[in-house]
């Protein structure tokens, strides 16, 4: 498995490979069409600038009725063109060739001081048979162009050939392919020396942070330095502290809450057993008594396994609710009912206030009562004598309002309160709000709590049309 680095480098460096390679071809290629295409043109116009001299310097019996001949006069009349040809502003070396009917050349005499040689006028003499009268062929591995002209002379026919050498076009573009090629080698070098540097720069801090989650793994909550000038890996090494930090109150929370659980379920549970062991002992007389304190014990009990269940349940995912259409002026009167024998208890009074209109919404009947329930009660509890319960709508939401008189939440507790175990004042095992919180967000509802005349919980939740 290839490492982040060598990919980035990889996948760029091949870019930067390539690229310039096809750019080296594209451009060979255009400047040989470019210069190919401009020699031919310089060619064609030098030839017939040539031809108006050969028509003034040289008679129409160039060559006698045998083919061969060629008068001393027209010899140095042929030299003479190719003194001009050598002199003309033309770039590539040209020389004159005139052939025979019979394909035999008649001049030059001699291939002294010329490029030409046999093979290279077999080659041309080859290509005449092409319709094109501008040619390009090789011989010897060299370039050449020519340009011939058929010519019906007044005694016999005869060919006149103009064959450049481009030699000095190819050096060029050899030139310039070695150019490009030290371009390439100078941009990689360059190239690689740049990608390498940045996929270090971005690759170092993903390592560090891969190793940062290999710690995590192994329980070691560690801090990364946020410090980077790629916004990305900023990111990532923010969200890996966040997660860290997650992580570490999440397994701190859970020490708490195993903590907590084992002492709120070993106090009824060392009761329950005390009172058995003294009837078991006869220690206590009266046995029936101390049957229904082992009840109580029993019930709480229950009660608080059932609360830790539904909120383990609820936050792990694992709860299937069953969501109903319920009228929230029913439900409330209902609990209202429920809780009036505890308040009569405590010597308290529930006033309640509903519309007389059906408020309804969407939500888990059995997780409604357990919120509802537990903050009515929690009021109750706290109140000097009074809990006002007051339902209300407006467009979008229903309302629900419980307020009692007490002395209100005090401002250290007042952030806290719906966190498990935590205990406010006279708190029994501070899951209560925790499970109202839970059981209404939950159900897409909201709840909230603060300091009025004494304390006020207000639960919301979607109004169902």
Not at 127 to 139: G, N, P, V, W, Y
Not at 241 to 261: I, P, R, T, W, Y
């Amino acid at each position: 498995m290839k490492t982040l680095q060598k990919k980035i480098s990889g996948s760029i460096l091949w870019i930067i490979i390539i690229v310039p390679i096809l750019i080296m071809i594209l451009f060979n290629l255009t400047a040989r069409y470019y210069v190919n295409q401009s020699t031919a043109k310089e060619l064609k116009n030098v030839v017939e600038n040539i031809k108006e001299l050969s028509t003034l310097y040289l008679d129409d019996e160039l060559i006698d009725e045998n083919g061969n001949q060629l008068s001393l006069d027209n010899i140095n009349r042929l030299k003479v063109i190719r003194s001009a040809l050598q002199v003309s502003k033309f770039s590539m070396n040209t020389e004159i060739v005139v052939v025979n009917a019979k394909g035999r050349v008649v001049f030059p005499q001699s291939y002294t001081d010329t490029f030409l040689t046999d093979a290279i006028v077999r080659r041309a003499l080859s290509k005449t048979a092409e319709e094109d009268r501008i040619l390009r062929f090789f011989s010897g591995g060299k370039g050449y162009m020519f340009v011939y002209e058929d010519v019906e002379g007044v005694v016999a026919d005869y060919k006149v050939l103009f064959i450049a050498s481009a030699a000095s076009t190819d050096a060029l573009i050899r030139m310039m392919n070695l150019i490009l090629v030290l371009a390439l080698l100078v941009s990689t070098g360059v190239g690689v020396a740049v990608v390498l540097s940045v996929s270090k720069k971005i690759s170092i801090p993903i390592v560090k942070a891969s190793k940062a989650t290999k710690r995590l793994g192994e329980g070691e909550y560690i801090q990364l330095d946020e410090e980077s000038d790629c916004l990305e890996v900023h990111d990532l090494i923010v969200g890996m502290n966040q997660m860290s930090k997650k992580l570490k109150q999440g397994e701190e929370a859970q020490k708490d809450f195993l903590q907590n659980a084992s002492h709120e379920l070993r106090t009824p549970l060392m009761s329950i057993q005390g009172y058995a062991e003294g009837i078991s002992n006869g220690i206590f007389k009266d046995v029936e008594k101390t049957a229904e304190i082992i009840a109580e014990e029993s019930k709480r009990l229950t009660v608080l396994v059932d609360e830790l269940l539904t909120l383990s349940r609820i936050e792990a995912g694992n709860y299937v609710g069953q969501f109903d259409t319920l009228n929230v002026s029913d439900e409330i009167k209902d609990y209202v009912q429920r809780a009036t024998g505890y308040a009569t208890m405590q010597k308290k009074t529930i006033h309640l206030t509903v519309p007389d209109e059906p408020l309804l919404i969407l939500a888990d009947e059995s997780l409604l009562f357990k919120a509802v329930y537990n903050v009515l009660t929690n009021a109750i509890k706290y109140a000097s004598s009074n809990v006002d319960v007051t339902v209300m709508q407006d467009q979008k939401t229903v309302v629900l309002r419980i307020e009692d008189d007490g002395q209100g939440i005090s401002e250290k507790d007042l952030p806290h309160i719906f966190k498990r175990f935590y205990k406010g004042k006279n708190g029994n095992f501070g899951l209560g709000l925790a499970i109202a919180k839970t059981s209404v967000e939950f159900m897409g509802g909201k709840i909230s709590a603060r300091n009025t005349k004494g304390a006020l919980f207000e639960i919301s939740f979607p109004r169902k049309v």
